[in-house]
């Protein structure tokens, strides 16, 4: 009997809490539903999270709409682009992108699925990384082109329409003064890798402002799927300091600031600011730039690279992917690489990328010729630039100090019948080139007149890099090169091309000449040796681990630089290649449990295991409950 009345009482008390319950619930709805039909006046939501939780919370979640005050309040800011938007513009900005998706799956004026493939692919990265990775390091061949170039090129010219949900952070000319304290709104404790840009130059897009933070999204996936770094410790940065986009000043649904540029002193001091942030936060952490215009991409590399981990990709990851390319084009023709310091170099581009790869080859070319005065002087005489104003030569006015080195002398053009300003084909005609090196950012530079005057090349066997980005700006097809040059040339492109069918089961190889070939393997090297600068001698060490990557017999089929298939294994030989190099020039100060003596004692085969150990794989982990 007493059981009985025991039960009932616990069953009356039961459903007395369930009613409890149930008011309680429907209070909060009634809460929620009132917070999401704003009326002045009205009690604020309690909410119980913060920074990427409320981002990530369907219910909460107000996207590019949080005024400045409530991202300081809830600890977002940096976590969103910086132009605060009412829900109308919130509105149109997606209804823009749902018209562009139907006009896009029409008519496919771009690559539709392509486009299709990256929203698929980012809604994954989204809701589960492991299975993102493992599907991206699965099928690398067919995704990069997605995350990478040449899609990633459309995805930040169309970033404004196609963002859902936040990636990273984000620094503007309006959080002087801030980024110290902002900084520590990114949620993990550690990161290993910041890829930073400004928007002022993405790919050969020009300048795309705030909607740049896409190159530093992919250039980051390619850390995690080429070089194992945990996804949890990548960070993609954008430094919005303002665009000199007229269409993105003018455009309402843009998601960065409506203003011109800093420049000078300003422009400066916010990276500075910026820089301070990020190192005072994470000592350790490696800073890699990207797609900075080439007016900034030199003065920041040399501000910083003595006191920071960081390196700019464009000027140095380029420069040694070319170099790697440029000895495989030697090896191709049958040659040693010490030949290298023969080669005549056309190089067409000015910018951040070809005078990099100029800078780069010549100090090669030198090293090979005894490292001395008159060695670095002659082989300044193996290259002719080309840029927008034709021929660079000493009679250039107001010539770029970064060209400066390379402007021919006035006594060697009259000798070969050329001139300040003389048309690429002209240089073409007059220099007869073993390479013809593009990075111009102009699609189709090589054009007709210009890829038959490459036919009158000393060489037995010219070389064409078309490097620029995306597809439709390389400076030539390989169908196109193949035909008119002929069928025993080297190709490479910046983005990927199908090879080219040259009829009876022969086959034109088309490489692609990439800095994802070399990046990974910098940064991951960087990491692991602990080296506190990334030296000159590192970055060569990875140019000729990748040059030597290639057999003899690929070298001599055409095939300078591997297929992407194999990018993680490569990028863990140009690691190891980092690491030994850090190892040698007394650089490395060790990570984690392996200290500067440990590393000392390693030997090439166990410098490469301790790599491959430490890369990170896309494996679920068993979760614990843990109440901190
Ligand atoms: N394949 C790869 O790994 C990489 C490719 N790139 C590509 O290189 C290109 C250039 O990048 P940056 O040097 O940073 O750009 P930039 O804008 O600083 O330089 C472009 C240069 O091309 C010159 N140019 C323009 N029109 C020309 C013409 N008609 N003939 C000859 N030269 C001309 C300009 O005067 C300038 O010197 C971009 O398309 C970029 O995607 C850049 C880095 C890596
Ligand atoms: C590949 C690369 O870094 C660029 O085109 O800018
Ligand atoms: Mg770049």
Redesign the pocket.
Same mark, same amino acid.
Request: net charge negative; aromatic share 0%; glycine share 20%.
């Given at each position: 009997m007493s059981n009985f009345s025991n039960q009932i009482r616990a069953s009356s008390s039961l459903i007395k809490r369930l009613k409890h319950l149930r008011q309680m619930s429907s209070n909060l709805v009634l809460m929620q539903t009132r917070s999401f039909t704003t009326t002045e006046g009205q009690r604020p939501t309690m909410v119980h999270k913060r920074s990427l939780d409320i981002l990530h919370d369907p219910w909460f979640n107000k996207g590019t709409a949080f005024s400045m005050t409530e991202r300081d309040r809830l600890d977002l800011r940096g976590l969103l682009p910086p132009n605060v938007m009412s829900t109308e513009q919130q509105i149109e900005r997606f209804m823009d992108d749902l018209k562009e998706l139907e006009v896009n799956a029409r008519d496919g004026p771009y690559e539709p699925n392509a486009l299709a493939k990256w929203r698929i692919l980012n809604r994954l990265h989204d809701r589960n990384e492991t299975m993102y990775y493992k599907v991206l390091i699965a099928n690398i061949e067919e995704y990069a082109p997605i995350v990478y170039?040449p899609t990633v090129g459309l995805v930040c010219q169309n970033y404004s329409s196609l963002f859902r949900r936040p990636r990273g952070m984000y620094f503007s000319a309006a959080d002087r003064g801030e980024m110290m304290s902002m900084i520590y709104n990114w949620p993990a404790d550690q990161v290993d890798m910041i890829v930073v840009t400004d928007g002022s130059?993405i790919? =050969?897009l020009g300048d795309l402002g705030v909607q740049g933070i896409g190159i530093a999204i992919g250039k980051l996936d390619l850390y995690v799927a080429a070089a194992g770094i945990n996804p949890q410790r990548v960070l993609p940065v954008m430094i919005d300091v303002g665009t000199n986009n007229e269409k993105l000043i003018k455009n309402p649904v843009y998601l960065g600031l409506q203003q011109h540029r800093l420049d000078g002193d300003e422009y400066v001091a916010v990276i500075d600011e910026f820089m301070n942030a990020v190192f005072t936060r994470w000592p350790n952490v490696i800073v890699q730039f990207e @797609?900075f215009? !080439?007016k900034w *991409?030199f003065k920041l590399l040399q501000r910083y690279r003595n006191s920071y981990r960081m390196f700019n @990709?464009?000027v140095q990851?380029?420069a040694g +992917?070319a170099i790697a390319g440029l000895l495989g084009a030697v090896r191709a023709q049958g040659k040693p690489m010490i030949d290298f310091p023969k080669q005549k170099i056309v190089v *067409? =581009?000015?910018? !951040?990328?070809?005078?990099?790869v100029v800078n780069a080859a010549r100090k090669t070319m030198a090293r090979m010729l005894g490292n001395n005065a008159s060695a670095f002087e002659s082989a300044r005489s193996q290259f002719w630039i +080309? @840029? *927008?104003?034709?021929l660079i030569t000493e009679e250039r006015e107001n010539i @770029?100090p970064d060209?400066t080195p390379f402007a021919r002398k006035v006594k060697e053009t009259n000798h070969q019948g050329l001139r300040e300003g003389a048309s %690429?084909v002209e240089v073409v005609q007059a220099v007869k080139p073993d390479v013809l090196l593009g %990075?111009?950012? +102009?699609g189709g530079?090589f054009s007709k007149e210009v890829l038959e005057a490459l036919k009158g090349s000393t060489s037995t066997r010219p070389a064409i890099f078309a490097?620029?980005?995306?597809t439709t /700006?390389a400076e030539c097809t390989p169908e196109e090169a193949f035909s008119i040059v002929g069928e025993n040339i080297i190709f490479a !492109? =910046? !983005?990927p091309f199908k090879d080219v069918d040259l009829g009876n089961g022969r086959i034109g190889h088309c490489n692609q =000449? /990439? /800095?994802?070939y070399l990046f990974p393997g910098i940064g991951l090297g960087t990491l692991l040796s602990g080296s506190r600068i990334i030296s000159d001698g590192m970055l060569q060490a990875a140019a000729e681990c990748l040059a030597a990557y290639m057999t003899e017999e690929e070298v001599l089929k055409g095939t300078i630089y591997p297929s992407i298939s194999s990018i993680r294994d490569i990028t863990k030989e140009v690691a190891a290649a980092v690491v030994k190099e850090a190892i040698e020039e007394d650089l490395a100060e060790g990570y984690r449990e392996m200290d500067a003596r440990e590393l000392q004692k390693l030997s090439q085969e166990e410098i490469v295991e301790y790599v491959k150990k430490n890369m990170w794989s896309p494996e679920y982990p068993t979760l614990v409950y843990k109440n901190d």
């Open positions: 170039t130059r790919l =050969g @797609d215009q !080439s *991409a @990709d464009d990851g380029t +992917v *067409a =581009g000015a910018g !951040s990328a070809g005078i990099g +080309v @840029d *927008a104003k034709g @770029d060209a %690429l %990075l111009s950012a +102009v530079l490097m620029s980005n995306p /700006n !492109s =910046g !983005s =000449g /990439n /800095n994802m």
